[in-house]
């Protein structure tokens, strides 16, 4: 079964400094992983995604996030923190091509300090 | 672009009402999703689809119902409503390839059952 788990439901950053976001995973299968932001009273929006291939995965807004499978790990980071990044960010996993399901972390509020 | 659309935004439901949640996308999309999201835990899926006339149970189905007649529309249906259902109730759609494709979500309805 696939399951994730985000450490840090609040994570507070000064606007300039690194973001990190982490996110650890569980499946017995090699993983698809994916990184979804939710801006206030918004829906998901799809931030990137690792399916197979380049462990560097670069997204959209400067995010990017590294699939590291001796960790379990697709931690989130963003070398320089703006004003607008402030929102929520869900880690999610499933294990299959055409999976009808993500698996969803609880989420990680990111808050941008001025 | 409208991508997909949810009504009601809010809803207070009393216990036992009914109501339906309407969900719509004009992306031409064949998945289509059904997603709760409870105060600190990762979206659930309740129901899905794949397609005109074909939806299948998802991790928490129980308590809801779901039709899809047509490509464009996916409603939600709570029969009689508890206070366990209140949650936020997100809407997604996706291309081929299920949630392993990017998946486009609606913003979101807010249903408090009292």
């Known amino acids: 079964a696939q399951s994730v788990t985000q450490l840090g439901s609040h994570v507070s950053v000064s606007e300039g400094a690194l973001v990190l976001l982490r996110c650890n995973y569980s499946s017995s299968v090699p993983p698809y992983l994916f990184w979804y932001v939710q801006y206030p009273n918004q829906g998901l929006q799809l931030l990137l995604k690792?399916?197979?291939?380049?462990?560097l995965v670069k997204g959209i807004n400067g995010f990017e996030a590294e699939f590291k499978k001796s960790e379990t790990s697709f931690h989130l980071t963003k070398p320089s923190a703006h004003m607008s990044d402030a929102a929520e960010y869900f880690c999610a996993v499933s294990d299959k091509a055409g999976a009808n399901n993500l698996f969803f972390g609880t989420g990680t509020r990111l808050t941008v300090i001025p | 672009n409208a991508g997909v659309t949810q009504t009601p935004k809010f809803r207070i439901l009393k216990i036992g009402q009914s109501m339906t949640l309407q969900c719509a996308q004009d992306m031409n999309h064949n998945y289509m999703y059904w997603y709760r999201q409870d105060p600190g835990m990762g979206l659930k899926l309740i129901y899905y689809s794949v397609g005109a006339g074909i939806t299948d149970k998802g991790e928490v189905p129980n308590g809801y119902n779901v039709s899809r007649s047509t490509t464009e529309d996916f409603p939600l249906r709570l029969e009689l409503a508890a206070p366990s259902q209140t949650s936020v109730y997100f809407c997604a759609s996706s291309h081929q390839g299920g949630m392993n494709t990017e998946a486009f979500f609606g913003q979101g309805t807010r249903l408090t059952v009292v």
């Open positions: 690792y399916t197979t291939g380049a462990t």
